[in-house]
């Protein structure tokens, strides 16, 4: 009885780390002059988070929780603050990679364009749980864009794309 017990644990402490290996990294975020960062599904919920609803080709609905795209990128620098945060920003792009290779692009100045009503969300969970390995455990969701929404991320970079001068001053 003391072996079947021992055993039924052992099967169930190597399920367990079988399942723990089998979970993906979450995606890494590059930020211009920043070190990489992890952003973890835990870092998307509680203050700030949103409900998200995604609605499939055939009308039904599945609820998310995350927070904005922009509202993650300010957290970890991007200035939108400052005249001059603005113009560093004004050719910026935002590039977000699944693990299979799918890219989706957005600009800075389309996600700020939607701050007040945001379209693009990054979510961490369902409202049954933690996603599944193959959405997780970061995705994208766009609102009114299916083919730019964006299962299992594996990073999310911003990058410029053009540098912004400064203006010229014109001599009095």
């Not at 200035?79 to 004004?90: I, V």
């Amino acid at each position: 009885m003391r072996n079947r017990i021992a055993a039924a644990g052992l099967i169930a402490a190597l399920a367990l780390s079988a399942r723990l290996a089998a979970e993906q990294p979450p995606p890494v975020l590059k930020m211009p002059g920043a070190a990489d960062r992890s952003l973890t599904a835990a870092s998307l919920l509680g203050r700030g988070q949103m409900d998200v609803r995604m609605e499939d080709a055939t009308g039904n609905v599945a609820i998310y929780h995350g927070v904005p795209l922009l509202e993650v990128l300010e957290r970890n620098g991007l200035d939108l603050k400052t005249m001059a945060g603005e113009r560093r920003a004004a050719p910026a792009i935002v590039v977000a990679s699944a693990r299979d290779g799918y890219t989706v692009v957005f600009s800075v100045g389309e996600l700020r364009m939607h701050r007040a009503d945001p379209r693009v969300f990054l979510v961490g969970e369902s409202a049954e749980g933690p996603l599944p390995e193959n959405e997780g455990p970061v995705r994208l969701i766009v609102y009114g864009d299916r083919a730019r929404s964006a299962y299992a991320l594996a990073r999310i970079e911003m990058r410029a794309v053009a540098e912004s001068a400064p203006p010229s001053r014109k001599a009095p």
